[in-house]
């Protein structure tokens, strides 16, 4: 019994640490995008974990400016592994999307939730969102040629 209760709590605990998570205040998230359209996009290949490539159109940014859990100013450089987590709406929804898929407008976030499913595309309102959590995911994914 108590190796039932053990074993899954280590395993939490370790999902848990290995990522570190920041944040993006949304006036920070809303600056580091503005100026960014659909003519801005960059087509990028990245390998799979499994050695296959594949190319989409992505975001031009290469540094992330974010927090870490104090507050203090912190940069993240971009990558294929980036997950952005928003907390959204009155029922405080969460949608995580991968950050160099994310395209923003005056009123919208849109992102790509899926590498496997590129076209699985959302989107929430802007105004809605409250917080902002960004992290690397630790997948291996990466850029090839960049």
Same mark, same amino acid.
């Given at each position: 019994m108590t190796k039932n209760i053990i074993i899954p709590v280590i !395993?939490?605990?370790f999902f848990f640490? %290995?990522?570190t998570s920041y944040l993006i205040p949304v006036e920070s998230f809303k600056q580091q995008f503005s100026g960014i359209d659909s003519? %801005?996009?960059i087509e990028v290949t990245v390998q799979t974990p499994f050695g296959g490539t594949y190319n989409y159109l992505a975001n031009p940014i290469r540094i992330i400016k974010c927090e870490d859990k104090n507050g203090n100013y912190s940069e993240l450089k971009n990558s294929p592994s980036i997950e952005t987590r928003f907390t959204y709406g009155a029922k405080n /929804?969460? $949608?995580i999307f991968f950050f160099d898929q994310i395209f923003v407008n005056d009123s919208t976030v849109s992102g790509a939730q899926s590498r496997l499913i590129?076209? !699985?595309i959302k989107t929430i309102p802007l105004q809605s969102v409250? /917080? $902002?959590? $960004?992290?690397?995911g630790k997948k291996k994914y990466r850029y090839v040629g960049q």
């Open positions: !395993l939490g605990f640490t %290995s990522c003519t %801005s996009m /929804k969460k $949608i590129p076209s !699985l409250t /917080k $902002i959590e $960004i992290q690397d």
